[in-house]
């Protein structure tokens, strides 16, 4: 089982995260390449909270063709061009998560592969049970 500690001698965190998370030996992971706002017909939305949406649904998708579902993303790291609403994206992502807190990171970055990507988002995903302290 996973677990997922906030340690007591650092600072309760400021989002929607953990501190931590110990994977046990043998548990199968599943990473996630970056995913950008693509819909699957190809179009990319304009505005940013349009695009976090799309990236959210694709990264969902992609743990559901292993039989995931978020719950199962142990590290999520989010790369933002710099200027862009760090907020409208912290709500997608708690649409998506719900209660669950995976370890993350987040960073402004000054662009993407393609000036049409605002934001990109991978991770990496475990198969098995989890424990909350």
Avoid at 1 to 13: G, K, R
Avoid at 43 to 69: D, H, I, K, M
Avoid at 115 to 122: A, G, S, T
């Amino acid at each position: 089982m996973t677990t997922y500690m906030n340690p007591a001698d650092v600072h309760a965190p400021v989002g929607n995260y953990t501190h931590t998370a110990v994977v046990p030996a043998g548990t199968e992971l599943v990473f996630v390449s970056g995913q950008v706002a693509i819909r699957p017909d190809g179009t990319v939305p304009s505005a940013f909270a349009e695009q976090a949406e799309v990236v959210f649904a694709n990264l969902r998708a992609c743990l559901a063709a292993y039989g995931l579902g978020m719950e199962s993303v142990v590290k999520l790291n989010a790369y933002l061009v710099a200027g862009q609403d760090i907020q409208a994206m912290r709500e997608v992502r708690a649409r998506y998560f719900g209660a669950h807190k995976p370890t993350s990171t987040a960073v402004f970055i000054p662009a993407l592969v393609s000036p049409e990507f605002l934001l990109e988002v991978e991770a990496i995903a475990e198969r098995g049970s989890f424990t909350r302290p």
